[in-house]
Nanobody, 119 residues
Framework: QVQLVESGGGLVQSGGSLRLSCAASGNIWRISTMGWYRQAPGKQRELVATITILGSRITYAESVKGRFSISRDSAKNTVYLQMDSLSPEDTAVYYC????????????WGQGTQVTVSS
């Protein structure tokens, strides 16, 4: 099992910044990828950014490229999402996600943290 604890959401004005954190514990040696997804009201959950454990390969959604930055601190087993130039369209619940390829299903999810961007 893997446990995820998120922090860092909140209310920010358009153009502002926030940083999300997600600390993993438990069977972390099994994790292959860490990342962030988000779900806005009435919409499906979507990928925001992911980073692989081996090689630190990063993937971003097109909508956040150039504004968001994902990083990982291996010593703290923590993944971060730095969000700059936020817009109201970024308002959503943000979920930390890690993948364990040895498990079916492979996904673990955090509890979610609300990000609200006011215009």
């Amino acid at each position: 099992q893997v446990q995820l604890v998120e922090s860092g959401g909140g209310l920010v004005q358009s153009g502002g910044s926030l940083r999300l954190s997600c600390a993993a514990s438990g069977n972390i040696w099994r994790i292959s990828t860490m990342g962030w997804y988000r779900q806005a009201p009435g919409k499906q959950r979507e990928l925001v950014a992911t980073i692989t454990i081996l090689g630190s390969r990063i993937t971003y959604a097109e909508s956040v490229k150039g504004r968001f930055s994902i990083s990982r601190d291996s010593a703290k087993n923590t993944v971060y999402l730095q969000m700059d130039s936020l817009s109201p369209e970024d308002t959503a619940v943000y979920y930390c996600n890690v993948k364990d390829p040895y498990r079916v299903p492979p996904d673990y999810w955090g509890q979610g943290t609300q990000v609200t961007v006011s215009s």
